[in-house]
């Protein structure tokens, strides 16, 4: 399975983005589907999950402001973020079957 996710960038304290996770070589539709970001130096932590029924659960730190869902016909799962804070900084990875990992995209979020 490979994972690629886009939709990253600068962005301004308060603004929106939309991340996607797009897969080849496997249907996302029956698995359960995370988000996660690292910092340098930091470990990589959970940021949200999407069941293959639909229920997600969020970190406590972007519960209310981030969004995952998923498009099973695009075989994309994506997380809109609004209310960016500074500290949602990170490179966001998409993990998903057989423990696969995307390459990440950059977030940067700052004035």
């Known amino acids: 399975v490979q994972l690629v996710e886009s939709g990253g960038g600068l962005v301004q304290p308060g603004g929106s983005l939309r991340l996607s996770c797009s897969a080849s070589?496997?249907?996302?539709?029956?698995?359960?589907m995370n988000w996660y970001r690292q910092t340098p130096g930091k470990q990589r932590e959970f940021v949200a999950q999407?069941?293959?029924?639909?229920?997600?659960n969020y970190a406590d730190s972007v519960r209310g402001r981030f969004t995952i869902s998923r498009d099973n016909a695009r075989n994309t799962v994506y997380l809109q973020m609004n209310s960016l804070k500074p500290e949602d900084t990170a490179v966001y990875y998409c993990?998903?079957?057989?423990?696969?990992w995307g390459q990440g995209t950059q977030v940067t979020v700052s004035s």
């Open positions: 999407i069941t293959s029924g639909g229920s997600t």
């Open positions: 070589g496997a249907s996302l539709r029956i698995y359960v």
């Open positions: 993990y998903g079957p057989d423990n696969s």
